[in-house]
């Protein structure tokens, strides 16, 4: 085994493919199946996964999708298969609240991510401070990092670490970032933070970088990592579990997952109920190039077909556009009106 | 012609914007403008435009209600004070304008409603997304009924200061039973996103109507137009970008509002729509007390 700088590391992997990987499905996992991966990734010993609605808490809506059952349905089903398996969840102020976060918390929920936009900190000092008092693990989640400089998000961190965040994360929702951005955002943070405030990274695999980012936040100071078996996840997919667990392996850095059961989940389980692959193809890489949240992918595949505009064209515009984690909606709002410049291109 | 003298709780954003639509009423004239920081800039353009200002919040003001002849006050402070504030200054004999998220008073949307509105001594604007979306929801409710309307809020992060940032749950509780109560919806749900982009993105709301039946493409499209309409008499920069669009029983309309750039410039139209409805609803309350048809009556202070 070649280890490496890192080696003795310990890095406590995040699981996403009950939360993000909702996203790849149209929201449509059942709870059998919820229940049966988490399951396995207690087996696996994944030490925390996340279960909900792809948005997370509120998320069931014409905006983003109606899942068949209501997030207190998934954590009652998946709760009693967990032992030593932490339960969290997402929380996206202005779409999720409060009450909703100590509804999770009655249902077995005990880590929150509290997420907002990379430069809008300030939306959730109530709800961070609301999973504190609930004695949850409480991260804050900085979305679209790349959308910020790093010192902006440093200053963005500081800002939820004040308000009680245990940990903060890099969030590279579009899969944009390259090692290199992942190694100076985090490093910043470091150097900002306070000594036992850690660092998380989430990273999305549309530029191919999943793993290669998620080793660069390791190597410069980050102790969570979020993951998904087989890479289930919006856009290209989140960072493959089974692999991330692997390289970390070679590395000598210690996740204490078990690699070999990750990999039959990803192949018996996950990969048999995709929709469709869930790979870099022209639509996801464009997401990547073009720095847009990855959440738009399959509402762009769908209106490109209603409107016969190719996808890729869309999501260049919305990302000209500067639209950001949230705005759908946008999505068909900006076809219908490249539709009308179109039309009106072809009648001059 | 008379007008009706009032005052203004908040310095901030929505206070400072509602202070310009003030000075332009023919019945209302704004006297004081309430803040906390004596360092705001909101005050200090208060006092350029010749109204007296405290930063002693609303007990700054108080001993000067009587005096000075206040009759209607704004709340554009936040939710979690407003109570307070709505009660020392109805103990007063004030009546109050809620445009925080508290909704302890009637909900109001001036083309929906206001016509309609009880006597009371509080009343309350929603927030700037209800204001937007509302007319919409209720131009389709008025035509056929809706199972569930579902609204989006896209607001330029420069536009949103701290008091709305520390009141989105009560921004989403407010707005999701307003579209309900007021809208006319079964169910609703509202949605709201804060985006930073430079330039600032102007305000966009989007407006999703499940209808029980299949529906009446021609009469919705007709009784919306109308309804935009009506806003736009108040507020010129609301638009409609795109849609109806039809799938289904859903109806989709896509939204801009646009502001007159009165205090932040024109991509804030969420604080003139706000503003300008609270305006006029406070117009309408100040012609009913200039020809005697409201009283309001100070308890014993």
């Known amino acids: 085994m070649n280890k490496s700088d890192l080696a003795g590391r310990k890095v406590l992997c995040h699981d996403m493919c009950l939360r993000d990987g909702m996203h790849a499905k149209r929201e449509q996992i059942s709870t059998e199946q919820m229940a049966s991966f988490a399951a396995a990734m207690e087996k696996a010993n994944v030490p925390m996964i996340q279960v909900s609605h792809g948005a997370g808490l509120g998320g069931n809506s014409l905006q983003h999708g109606f899942a068949p059952h209501a997030n207190e349905e998934y954590w009652d089903a998946v709760a009693p298969v967990l032992d030593k398996t932490i339960m969290s969840v997402l929380l996206i102020p202005g779409l999720g609240t409060m009450n909703e976060l100590r509804s999770a918390h009655a249902h077995g929920v005990r880590s929150v991510h509290v997420a907002t936009h990379s430069t809008e900190a300030d939306t959730s000092p109530q709800h961070i401070a609301c999973g504190r008092e609930l004695g949850m693990d409480t991260s804050g989640f900085l979305m679209m990092a790349h959308l910020n400089t790093p010192q902006g998000l440093a200053a963005e961190a500081k800002k939820m670490e004040s308000y009680g965040a245990q940990t903060v994360y890099v969030t590279d929702s579009a899969g944009y970032m390259l090692p290199e951005d992942v190694t100076e955002y985090v490093t910043v943070l470091r150097d900002t933070l306070e000594d036992d405030t850690e660092i998380g990274f989430h990273g999305h695999n549309n530029l191919g970088m999943g793993i290669a980012n998620s080793i660069a936040a390791v190597r410069a100071g980050a102790s969570r990592i979020d993951c998904s078996v087989a890479g289930l996840g919006a856009g290209a997919g989140n960072t493959p579990l089974e692999a991330f667990v692997a390289v970390c392996d070679r590395m000598g850095i210690e996740t204490g997952c078990d690699m070999f059961g990750l990999m039959d989940m990803a192949e018996e389980l996950v990969f048999p109920m995709m929709d469709h692959i869930v790979r870099i193809d022209r639509s996801s890489l464009t997401l990547g190039y073009a720095g847009v949240y990855s959440t738009f992918l399959l509402h762009a595949n769908r209106l490109g077909a209603k409107y016969g505009i190719e996808p890729r064209d869309i999501l260049l515009e919305l990302g000209r556009k500067k639209m950001i984690g949230g705005q759908e909606d946008m999505i068909e709002d900006t076809a219908l009106t490249m539709l009308k410049e179109r039309e009106s291109q072809s009648a001059a | ?301």
């Open chain 2, 1 to 301: 012609m008379n007008k009706i003298k009032c005052a203004l709780i908040g310095s901030g954003n929505i206070g400072t914007d509602l202070m310009y639509k003030l000075k332009r009423s023919p019945v209302l004239e704004p006297v004081w403008m309430v803040g906390i920081d004596p360092e705001s800039e909101g005050l200090s353009r208060a006092r350029d435009m010749g109204l007296k200002t405290t930063a002693d919040g609303v007990d700054g003001v108080l001993p000067h209600l009587a005096a000075d002849g206040v009759q209607i006050a704004f709340d554009a402070t936040s939710a979690y004070v407003h109570k307070e504030n709505s009660d020392k200054m109805n103990a007063h004999g004030v009546f109050m304008v809620d445009l925080t998220p508290a909704a302890i008073g009637p909900l109001c949307v001036p083309p929906v409603n206001l016509d309609e509105l009880a006597e009371t001594m509080n009343v309350n604007m929603i927030s700037c997304a209800g204001q937007a979306t509302i007319p919409i929801v209720y131009g389709v409710s008025r035509v056929q009924s809706v199972d569930y309307a579902e609204i989006i809020a896209s607001l330029a992060s420069k536009s949103i200061g701290p008091g709305t940032r520390a009141n989105l749950d009560e921004f989403t509780y407010t707005t999701s039973s307003a579209v309900c109560e007021v809208g006319g919806a079964r169910r609703g749900k509202a949605l709201c996103i804060i985006n930073p982009a430079e330039p600032p993105m102007i305000m966009r709301n989007t407006i999703y109507c499940m209808t029980d039946d299949e529906p009446d493409q021609k009469r919705i499209t007709e009784s919306l137009m109308e309804m935009i309409g009506k806003v736009q008499q108040y507020v010129p920069g609301y638009k409609l970008v795109n849609g109806p669009v039809f799938e289904g029983n859903k109806v989709g309309v896509f939204m801009e509002v646009a502001g007159l750039g009165d205090y932040l410039p024109t991509y804030a139209g969420n604080l003139d729509i706000m503003t300008a409805a609270a305006c006029r609803t406070a117009e309408m309350y100040a012609e009913k007390i200039l020809s005697g048809e409201l009283k309001l009556l100070a308890e014993a202070v």
